[in-house]
């Protein structure tokens, strides 16, 4: 064993962690006793046990947020948004923390992902803590006689439900802009990764009333379907992959709940030929999220690349794909970390594995993991590449929700388009040419709810963020998504026009 394998596999030195989850400002075990184990992708250890949460428990935190929702809707709305404020300030100053949590539960790279998603989450509290104002409603000109008003209320106890690739970011964008619409809220964490979760909620619950947020931990098929399913939840709001948005949205049918899902995507990138350079294949690299594992819906994992530079483009970008600094998760020199558990390191090498097998396909960069030394340590994969011909096959079809990304080559641009807009999901997409007439026509025809020309960033607070066709439904990022989401209209219509009470005598 090398020394970094050492650090990576060694046992873990440090006490398991007992966590408890936040059920009417209380810090609670299960009803049951019942715990999971959370894992440390990186080495494969128990880090801490969370509750187990189930029906007893979810019944329990949406009575707490039922009886907390009266008062926390008429808190006024400016003060409701300075307690968000103060929160951003207090997850700031414990955003360390908070990234050495999320990089050890979800072995996300802390210097690339990890320090980012806290920073990130803090900025989000920050930006819905100012629109506290903006919970408006309007006026309708029905005439002199009529005065007609619309109010946006809160919907009631809403019901999130979040999934580990960035939990606390995630989290933040549930619980910021539902109590800042006056809503209270429950929220079942991921269970591979609610370790980040539970120390926002701490922070959290430093400034709230006991019941107006609880995070329940638990099994999805346990906790996070009694949550979808519990009569009193007046609204879902689930992000986490389209198979279980299905399961949700038929819940929310069952009793006619409002939803908002943020789901699976197979994100395209078109390459024009003039985009043959440095800058676009390191953009390519960011689109597909190569230091974050490619755990992210908006993974720009189709590659159509003209096919006149088809062979230097990516030669250029095995180079590079090859150079990222792949290990210990903590260690600020890595660029990649791991991804999340087993389940998704088996999937993932069984998609690579098809790639090798299939006779069209030709290996680029990358391949199986390998399966001694340091990374066989934890569920580390490497960044890979295929080149084919054909957007109909497996890899090329199915989320992968890894780093295996499939370049196809084009000639025509409407043929290009045609295969971008060939998938059942339309989250993101990336244009990369210097013709800006060019860059802005293809964004414009490609079927999704993002699309990024010359860049591949990620969401900031404002942006209007969600996905077309089986990628989503509703927004939740912004101001818009924020009165869309999280609060209901009511229109009050008053005749100015009553006569005088009649004397009695
Ligand atoms: P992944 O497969 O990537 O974990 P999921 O969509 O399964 O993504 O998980 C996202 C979130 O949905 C997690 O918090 C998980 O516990 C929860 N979940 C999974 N299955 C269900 C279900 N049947 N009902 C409600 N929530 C679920």
């Known amino acids: 064993m090398t ?130 104002g903006e919970l408006k409603g309007e006026t309708i000109p029905i005439g002199e006689q009529v005065l007609s008003y619309t109010r946006r209320e809160p919907l009631g106890v809403v019901g999130a439900i979040i999934p580990w690739n960035a939990p606390v970011l995630l989290g933040a964008l549930k619980i910021a802009p539902a109590l800042c619409a006056g809503n209270t809220l429950v929220l079942k964490a991921a269970e591979d990764a609610p370790l980040g979760v539970l120390m926002m909620a701490e922070i959290c619950q430093e400034f709230l009333p006991p019941g107006v947020l609880n995070v329940v931990t638990g099994l999805g098929e346990e906790a996070g379907a009694a949550l979808a399913r519990h009569p009193t939840i007046s609204k879902l709001s689930f992000t986490g992959s389209t198979e279980v948005g299905k399961l949700i949205m038929r ?93 998704q390191f088996r999937r993932v090498c069984g998609y690579v594995k098809d790639g090798l097998e299939r006779k069209d396909a030709r290996l680029v960069v990358g391949g199986l993991p390998p399966t001694e030394g340091p990374l066989s340590e934890g569920y580390f994969t490497l960044p890979t590449v295929f080149a084919d011909t054909s957007n109909d096959w497996r890899l090329a079809r199915e989320e992968i929700f890894g780093p295996v990304l499939v370049a196809i080559p084009w000639t025509d641009a409407a043929e290009a388009i045609r295969m971008a807009n060939d998938s059942t999901y339309g989250l993101a997409g990336y244009v990369w040419t210097h013709d800006i007439g060019v860059g802005l026509r293809t964004a414009h025809a490609i079927e999704s709810g993002w699309v990024q020309v010359n860049q591949a960033l990620g969401q900031v607070p404002g942006h209007s963020y969600g996905g077309f066709k089986q990628s989503g439904i509703g927004r939740e990022f912004s101001l818009e998504g924020m009165l869309d989401s999280f609060t209901q209209r009511k229109n009050v219509t008053v005749n100015l026009n009553v006569p005088p009470p009649s004397r009695t005598v």
């Not at 009417?24 to 969370?50: C, F, Y």
């Not at 960011?286 to 908006?298: D, L």
Request: hydrophobic share 45%.
């Open 3 to 132: 020394e970094r394998a050492e650090q990576i596999g060694a046992k873990s030195e440090q006490p398991i962690r007992q966590a408890r989850m936040l059920i009417d400002g209380q810090w609670t075990e299960a009803a049951s006793g019942a715990v999971l184990a959370v894992q440390n992708p990186a080495n494969k250890q128990t880090i801490a046990e969370i509750p187990r949460g189930d029906a007893e428990d979810i019944a329990r935190a949406v009575r707490a947020a039922a009886a907390a929702f009266p008062a926390w809707s008429r808190v006024a709305p400016r003060d409701r948004g300075r307690l968000l404020a103060r929160i951003a300030e207090a997850l700031e100053a414990r955003m360390e923390e908070i990234a050495r949590t999320i990089a050890l539960e979800t072995g996300n790279a802390l210097r690339t992902q990890a320090r980012p998603e806290a920073r990130g989450a803090a900025d989000i509290f920050r930006y819905f803590g100012g629109l506290g």
């Open 251 to 343: 819940s929310a049918a069952e009793r006619i709940v409002p939803v908002s899902l943020e789901l699976g995507g197979k994100s395209p990138s078109i390459v024009f030929p003039d985009a043959n350079e440095d800058w676009v294949v390191d953009g390519i690299m960011a689109a597909m999220r190569f230091t974050r594992q490619s755990q992210s819906c908006t993974a720009g994992s189709r590659m159509f690349l003209h096919a006149s530079i088809f062979d230097s483009f990516l030669e250029k970008l095995a180079v590079k794909a090859a150079a990222l600094k792949i290990g210990d998760p903590l260690d600020e020199a890595n660029d990649v970390g791991t991804l999340i558990n087993e389940k």
